[in-house]
T-cell receptor
């Protein structure tokens, strides 16, 4: 049973560019959440998608946007990249707003130069 | 707003010994969930143990157990018989009870090193 799959694993972008990160949830999960983890910090919640709609959003600017597809997979888009966007981006899936916690992927390491 | 504090940036323990990681949190809610996640160098967050605030009994998963003190807003993790594979970052996390408030709030983590 495949867990959460994220692609790519590593990415280097230039300031001002745009980036798209992808996530396939664990089989049977219908909710996808995205987190940003800066070096040496705990993950920070970006947003959560359920039924193809953004259900909840953390304190991130509109440069961060997302999408969920009918097969529950999700994309995270970041526009106008800043050096401070360099981080590990984690995707987590669950069944609804699961009280059992979430299953995480191994993340995408984004470096902005 | 809820916050989670882990006051120990780094800890080390000898193999086969016991170690306790500390976590405190701040919330005005009465019902919520608490979690400990492990993040090894592979980067994947792995759920270690969870606790539901309305349950007084402390959760236990094999060598991992928690000491949940609701009044003190404390949620520590005890690892018994430490193994080399326990070396990782450990994050304490809080989640509101309501289904519409689905995000996890993490602490800054504790880096645990298990020494042979």
């Amino acid at each position: 049973d495949a867990g959460v799959t994220q692609s790519p694993t590593h990415l280097i972008k230039t300031r001002g560019q745009q980036v798209t990160l992808r996530c396939s949830p664990k089989s049977g999960h219908d909710t996808v959440s995205w987190y940003q983890q800066a070096l040496g910090q705990g993950p920070q919640f970006i947003f959560q998608y359920y039924e193809e709609e953004e259900r909840q959003r953390g304190n991130f600017p509109d440069r961060f946007s997302g999408h969920q597809f009918p097969n529950y997979s999700s994309e995270l888009n970041v526009n106008a990249l800043l050096l401070g966007d360099s981080a590990l981006y984690l995707c987590a899936s669950s069944i609804g707003g699961s009280r059992y916690g979430y299953t995480f992927g191994s993340g995408t390491r984004l470096t902005v130069v | 707003a809820q916050t989670v504090t882990q006051s120990q940036p780094e800890m080390s323990v000898q193999e086969a010994e016991t170690v306790t990681l500390s976590c405190t949190y701040d919330t005005s809610e009465n019902n919520y969930y608490l979690f400990w996640y492990k993040q090894p160098p592979s980067r994947q967050m792995i759920l270690v143990i969870r606790q539901e605030a309305y349950k007084q009994q402390n959760a236990t998963e094999n060598r991992f157990s928690v000491n949940f003190q609701k009044a003190a807003k404390s949620f520590s993790l005890k690892i018994s018989d430490s193994q080399l594979g326990d070396t990782a970052m450990y994050f304490c996390a809080f989640k509101n009870y309501g289904g519409s408030q689905g995000n996890l709030i993490f602490g800054k983590g504790t880096k645990l090193s298990v020494k042979p």
